[in-house]
């Protein structure tokens, strides 16, 4: 398998343009999870689906942020308009609550995004 | 609900010392337990994990931690590091069922020394 898989790797952007960040969770997972990591707030769980249904948004930090999963493959995470407080390492998690690895998540690689 | 504690945010050893990274976690119930590693521009890893049955745990390149209930922690331990072992990592727990949500601690940097 493929693993989770992110793109783009890097993002370069000026504040007040719309960023989206993809992602392909591993094919059969259930659970989709994106998160964002900062120096200083660390790792934040941002929104989490479940068979493709918004579960918990509540770290979704403002209105400028929504996220989708139109199906079971793909997912993006969406910023509009960006701001310079929104740099940060996006990652992806995907998650298969039928397997008996108990809840593990498996992670992407993450999107660096930078706004200048 | 349920919080992770991880003491020390640097922690450094002499390559071939060993390797000692605390967490202690808060819950009402038992919970699932693990420890991830993200090596420098990487996402993260899983090292190992703790759901039920032998509390000593085994993970990955020689990494091992032992899940203590009375004393709400679950400790990763390697006994001799190794310079590739510099890495940041994180310990989480989540719920023993129901919504597969991690709570992550704030990361430790393992520096391993020459």
């Known amino acids: 398998d493929a693993g989770v898989i992110q793109s783009p790797r890097h993002e370069v952007t000026e504040m007040g343009q719309e960023v989206t960040l993809r992602c392909k969770p591993i094919?059969?997972?259930?659970?989709l999870f994106w998160y964002r990591q900062t120096m200083m707030r660390g790792l934040e769980l941002l929104i989490y689906?479940?068979?493709?249904?918004?579960?918990?948004d509540s770290g979704m930090p403002e209105d400028r942020f929504s996220a989708k999963m139109p199906n079971a493959s793909f997912s993006t995470l969406k910023i509009q308009p960006s701001e310079p407080r929104d740099s940060a390492v996006y990652f992806c998690?995907?998650?298969?609550?039928?397997?008996?690895?108990?809840?593990?998540?498996?992670f992407g690689p993450g999107t660096r995004l930078t706004v200048l | 609900a349920q919080s992770v504690t991880q003491l020390g945010s640097h922690v450094s050893v002499s390559e071939g010392a060993l390797v000692l990274l605390r967490c202690n976690y808060s819950?009402?119930?038992?919970?699932?337990l693990f420890w991830y590693v993200q090596y420098p521009n990487q996402g993260l890893q899983l090292l190992l994990k703790?759901?039920?049955?032998?509390?000593l745990v085994k993970g990955i390149n020689g990494f091992e931690a032992e899940f203590k209930k009375s004393e709400t922690s679950f400790h990763l331990t390697k006994p001799s590091a190794h310079m590739s072992d510099a890495a940041e990592y994180f310990c989480?727990?989540?719920?023993?069922?129901?919504?597969?949500?991690?709570?992550f601690g704030t990361g430790t940097r393992l520096k391993v020394l020459a």
């Open positions: 703790y759901t039920t049955g032998a509390t």
């Open positions: 998690a995907s998650s298969d609550s039928w397997d008996s690895s108990y809840n593990e998540q498996f």
């Open positions: 094919s059969g997972h259930d659970y």
């Open positions: 989480a727990v989540s719920p023993p069922s129901g919504t597969y949500k991690y709570i």
């Open positions: 689906f479940n068979n493709n249904v918004p579960i918990d």
């Open positions: 819950s009402s119930v038992p919970p699932y």
